[in-house]
C-alpha cells in the first residue's frame, strides 16, 4: 500500500491504531495524470448514531485538508451507506463508515473503513480498515485527534 494511502487512512480513522486490511486499485497513482483530487468527504455509523457520522465526517475531512493532498469540497453524514449521494460535483467520494462501536469498561472500541471512490465510473480507487481502543473520558479530544 502506498504511504500516501496509509497516511490518509490514519488520518480519516483519527489515530486508530491497528489496520487490517488494505486495497489498492491495480494501476491507479494518487499522483497520476487520473489522480482524484476533489473530493467529499461522507461518514456512516449505525442507525441512532447520526451525531457520530457527522463527527466522522466532520473530524476526516479536517484531517484530509490539513495534508493538502486532496480539495475536500464538502463534509457530510450520509443517510445510507454509499457514496453516490456525494456525487455529482467531486471527483471523488472519501467514505468513512463505523463497522462496530461498543464500549468495554473504560474503553471504547472502534473499527472504521475508508474509501475513495471516482464519482466519474464509481470505480473503488482504495479501501482501509482499522480499529482501536481509546478512553471515552478524552473530554478536550487530544488522543481523538492525535497523529
Known amino acids: 500500500m502506498s504511504r500516501r494511502v496509509q497516511l490518509l487512512f490514519g488520518i ?3 489515530a486508530c491504531a491497528a489496520t487490517r486490511g488494505t486495497y489498492v486499485r491495480p494501476g491507479y ?3 497520476g495524470a487520473d ?5 467529499a468527504v461522507v461518514g456512516w455509523a449505525p442507525a441512532g448514531q447520526d451525531s457520530a457520522a457527522r463527527l466522522l465526517a466532520s473530524v476526516a475531512a479536517d484531517r484530509v485538508h490539513l495534508k493538502k493532498d486532496y480539495i475536500v469540497m464538502g463534509a457530510a453524514a450520509a443517510a445510507k451507506r454509499g457514496w453516490a449521494s456525494a456525487c455529482p460535483g467531486p471527483e471523488g467520494v472519501l467514505s468513512v463508515e463505523v463497522l462496530n462501536w461498543t464500549r468495554q469498561g473504560d474503553q471504547v472500541l472502534l473499527a472504521l473503513a475508508a474509501e475513495l471512490r471516482r464519482c466519474l465510473d464509481g470505480a473503488l480507487l482504495w479501501r482501509a480498515e482499522g ?4 478512553d471515552p473520558g478524552d473530554s478536550n479530544l487530544s488522543k481523538l485527534t492525535a497523529a
Open 131 to 134: 480499529s482501536a481502543a481509546t
Open 29 to 31: 497513482s494518487a499522483t
Open 12 to 14: 480519516a480513522c483519527c
Open 35 to 39: 489522480a482524484v483530487k476533489r473530493i
